[in-house]
């Protein structure tokens, strides 16, 4: 007994120890990280409680703790919301298109800017490229209802092409361009910023393979199809899977800024909006929240076992 005790002291020393001294090495990375540690604190861990708003009727005079406990009542109502079927549609539709179109550009585009030999050029292609991820969703907005307005730049193009007596378009009031309209803005923004994982994943893969491939024979194709991709799997897939857990999500701030009189498209988040936020009902919105986070939690589950089984990438 007495040999067990003296033998687990020095263990917990030596494990104390050894943080203490992590903690002194890397210092200023852990000083690096702690706005962002701290931000995700407060802005993801303690408005968990009001989770349980979803169970409650829920009174901002009483508050969270004296509001009546109702249980599923209103996961139950999430189904009778009107407009509720049509938004999971077009949902799906739009994260769907994302990931098809919005995923494989960063890597398409930091092939190619892999590829640029001035080092000038390819800082300067970067930098243009990650501008558009620091302005904010309804800027983004902004500057495409202003290009697109009638008596904006395309339509001033158009009448300069085709004549004074060309009739400009409300091209924001037509239905058919709204989807392909949230893509490109979706793409143009975030494609840029998306390549810098992928860029630092090829600048880690051994130049010598690529040595080996050129005496080999094989083109700048080939060296891209058998030695950069089979060294972003690992990275794609794990992305991938990140980004299945966002099926049922949307981007809130881009489809409702682009909403107007003429489009009729509505997803979850525009629903739990205008179903829940506006009309106070914040109990059948903090539902619907919850129950679209457990769907993504599921997804991620589903696709990393699946991953994991296929091509042992895994996040866990």
Same mark, same amino acid.
């Given at each position: ?18 943080? !203490? ?20 604190? &407060? ?40 407009? !509720? ?96 309209? !949230? ?56 992305? !991938? ?58 997804? &991620? ?16």
């Amino acid at each position: 007994m007495l040999k067990t005790i003296a033998t687990q002291v020095p263990v917990k020393r030596t494990v104390r120890a050894r943080m !203490l001294k992590n903690i002194q090495t890397n210092m200023f990375g852990y000083l690096l990280m702690l706005p962002s540690i701290v931000l995700t604190f &407060i802005f993801s861990y303690l408005p968990m409680p009001g989770l349980l708003s979803a169970f409650q009727d829920y009174n901002m005079f009483a508050g969270l703790w004296k509001s009546d406990w109702v249980g599923l009542v209103h996961f139950k109502e999430i189904f009778q919301i009107p407009m !509720l079927w049509g938004s999971i549609i077009n949902t799906l539709k739009l994260s769907v298109l994302t990931i098809l179109v919005g995923f494989p550009a960063p890597i398409l585009l930091a092939l190619m800017i892999n590829e640029l030999k001035n080092g000038l050029y390819k800082r300067s292609v970067q930098t243009l490229t990650y501008l558009p991820h620091f302005l904010s969703w309804i800027a983004v907005v902004g500057l495409c209802y202003s290009f697109f307005d009638s008596y904006g730049p395309l339509n001033d193009l158009r009448v300069a092409v085709l004549g004074p007596d060309t009739e400009r378009e409300m091209y924001l009031s037509q239905q058919g361009l709204f989807l392909p309209l !949230l893509l490109l803005l979706s793409v143009w923004k975030e494609v840029g910023w998306g390549t810098i994982v992928y860029l630092a994943t090829i600048t880690s893969i051994d130049p010598h393979l690529y040595e080996a491939a050129k005496m080999d024979g094989a083109n700048r194709f080939k060296q891209h199809l058998h030695i950069t991709l089979p060294g972003l799997k690992q990275t794609t897939i794990l992305l !991938l899977l990140f980004t299945l857990g966002t099926l049922f999500a949307s981007n809130f701030e881009l489809v409702y800024g682009m909403q107007n009189a003429f489009i009729n498209f509505d997803v979850i988040a525009t629903v739990i909006f205008s179903s829940g936020i506006q009309q106070g009902s914040y109990s059948l919105a903090t539902a619907v929240g919850f129950a679209q986070g457990l769907v993504a939690l599921l997804l &991620i589950i589903i696709a990393n076992k699946i991953s994991k089984k296929i091509s042992g990438v895994s996040i866990w």
